[in-house]
């Protein structure tokens, strides 16, 4: 059973840092790994989406890779910003539905 | 291009009560996933859909049943509504095969009273 966990659960940062999210997976047979915002009471976001042939996608400040074989993948976030505050889920796609398995979230702040 | 859209945005029930969610997927997808966000919560896989049949279950009592229809948009049935189904519902929408990306719409939030 697939589990996906991400570190740290929370995250309070200075607006202009640079910061990185982690997630880790016990299944590496994924057929994909997204990384998604969400804001509160809202609905989610995707960001970024890495196959699983994929090392690493990039998106403006935002760059997430994969690392298939140790089941790890990180966000990092360039220069972040107050509008960057959210939490940041990371989810896994892998068996015969295409089911999604989400993270335990890290919970974003950037401070103005 | 349309994205997902779902409805209503709110809603309160009784429980024992009845009730129906409703999802559009975006233009060209075929594909509809549901999911269930408790406050505090990651979403939870109910179900999906796949050109009209159930493709896949996730731990839920028969209570929570869908539809999906001929150009795709989906509902979500819940019956005799208990306390603990008050939450956010997620749909969302891709193109069938291993490598779809999902695009969810932005939810419904019931609350049972």
């Known amino acids: 059973k697939q589990e996906v966990t991400q570190i740290p659960a929370a995250l309070s940062v200075p607006e202009g840092e640079n910061l990185v999210l982690n997630c880790s997976f016990t299944?590496?047979?994924?057929?994909?790994l997204q990384w998604f915002r969400q804001d509160p009471g809202k609905g989610l976001t995707s960001l970024l989406l890495?196959?699983?042939?994929?090392r690493e996608q990039t998106s403006g400040r935002l760059n997430a890779s994969l690392d298939k074989s140790s089941g790890r993948s990180t966000l990092y976030i360039a220069a972040s910003q107050p509008g960057d505050s959210a939490t940041y889920l990371c989810?896994?796609?892998?068996?015969?539905?295409?089911?999604?398995?989400f993270g335990t979230g890290t919970l974003l702040a950037v401070q103005p | 291009e349309t994205g997902v859209t779902q409805s209503p945005t709110h809603l309160i029930k009784t429980r024992g009560q009845q009730v129906t969610l409703r999802c559009s997927s975006q233009?060209?997808?075929?594909?509809v996933s549901w999911y269930q966000q408790a406050l505090g919560q990651g979403p939870q896989f109910i179900f999906q859909?796949?050109?009209?049949?159930?493709?896949g279950r996730g731990n839920f009592p028969p209570r929570f049943s869908g539809l999906q229809f001929p150009n795709y948009s989906s509902e979500l049935n819940v019956n005799a509504l208990e306390l603990d189904d008050s939450a956010l519902y997620l749909c969302?929408?891709?193109?069938?095969?291993?490598?779809?990306?999902?695009?969810f719409g932005p939810g419904t939030r019931l609350t049972v009273t």
């Open positions: 890495i196959q699983s042939s994929q």
């Open positions: 989810v896994t796609m892998g068996g015969a539905t295409n089911k999604l398995i």
């Open positions: 299944d590496s047979a994924i057929y994909n």
């Open positions: 969302a929408s891709s193109l069938a095969g291993r490598s779809g990306e999902q695009y």
């Open positions: 233009s060209g997808h075929n594909t």
């Open positions: 859909y796949y050109r009209e049949e159930e493709n």
